[in-house]
């Protein structure tokens, strides 16, 4: 099993202002024959179940806001909001699809308005 | 556009078998490199990612709970069929059915379906 591990577990953060989540696992999820992170990020709200919102570690889905990107690579990765909007109140969860075995999540990180 | 929806009881009691259907539309799971999992998620707490059936009948489960699962397709009827043997009421959640496009991530889920284990 691949152990996906978020940081932190909740976050206030003011309008306006960056949101940081992290999201490390416990092996690489990077593919070195395609160069690609198998790694996915989603936004859950409440009564909703989740949307994706990144992919490969760093593609936007279509219709997701600009303001949303990922970064990073092997075993480390980050989700950004640039400017936080009152909609984007949610829980995040990352997702590793690296393993044949199947998929993993990460506990999830609640963000709020502070 | 792809949709999928599950289906099943609402209430099962402890050491019943479950049995979710999700049916979907918009794919067919005779195309090469899709594939329909099952996700779950107790009330307030994070998802669970329990099996994925593949378009060549591949299987996946989780590990831990690899040994009360079972998960069959049935391609003419658009339809994925979980179950899950000897239920407890720690089993309780929201159980997802998603689609998963080859090797890329779970992109499109259902709206979920809770069950509640209790006597």
């Known amino acids: 099993d691949i152990v996906m591990t978020q940081s932190p577990d909740s976050l206030a953060v003011s309008l306006g202002e960056r949101a940081t989540i992290n999201c490390k696992s416990s092996q690489s999820v990077l593919y070195s024959s395609n160069n690609k992170n198998y790694l996915a990020w989603y936004q859950q709200k409440p009564g909703q179940p989740p949307k994706l919102l990144i992919y490969w570690a760093s593609t936007r889905e279509s219709g997701v806001p600009d303001r949303f990107s990922g970064s990073g690579s092997g075993t480390d990765f980050t989700l950004t909001i640039s400017s936080l909007q009152a909609e984007d109140v949610a829980v995040y969860y990352c997702?590793?699809?690296?393993?044949?075995?199947?998929?993993?999540f990460g506990q999830g990180t609640r963000l709020e308005i502070k | 556009q792809i949709t999928l929806k599950e289906s099943g009881p609402t209430l099962v009691k402890p050491t019943q078998t479950l049995t979710l259907t999700c049916t979907f539309s918009?794919?067919?799971?005779?195309?090469?490199?899709?594939?329909v999992g099952w996700i779950r998620q107790p009330p307030g707490k994070a998802l669970e990612w329990l099996a994925l059936?593949?378009?060549?009948?591949?299987?996946r489960y989780s590990p831990s709970l690899k040994s009360r699962l079972t998960i069959t397709k049935d391609t003419s009827k658009n339809q994925v069929v979980l179950t899950m043997t000897n239920m407890d009421p720690v089993d309780t959640a929201t159980y997802y059915c998603?689609?998963?496009?080859?090797?890329?991530?779970?992109?499109?889920w259902g709206q979920g379906t809770l069950v509640t284990v209790s006597s």
């Open positions: 918009g794919f067919s799971l005779s195309t090469s490199g899709v594939g």
């Open positions: 998603a689609h998963r496009p080859g090797s890329g991530p779970v992109d499109y």
């Open positions: 997702q590793q699809y690296y393993s044949t075995l199947g998929i993993t």
């Open positions: 059936i593949y378009w060549d009948d591949d299987k």
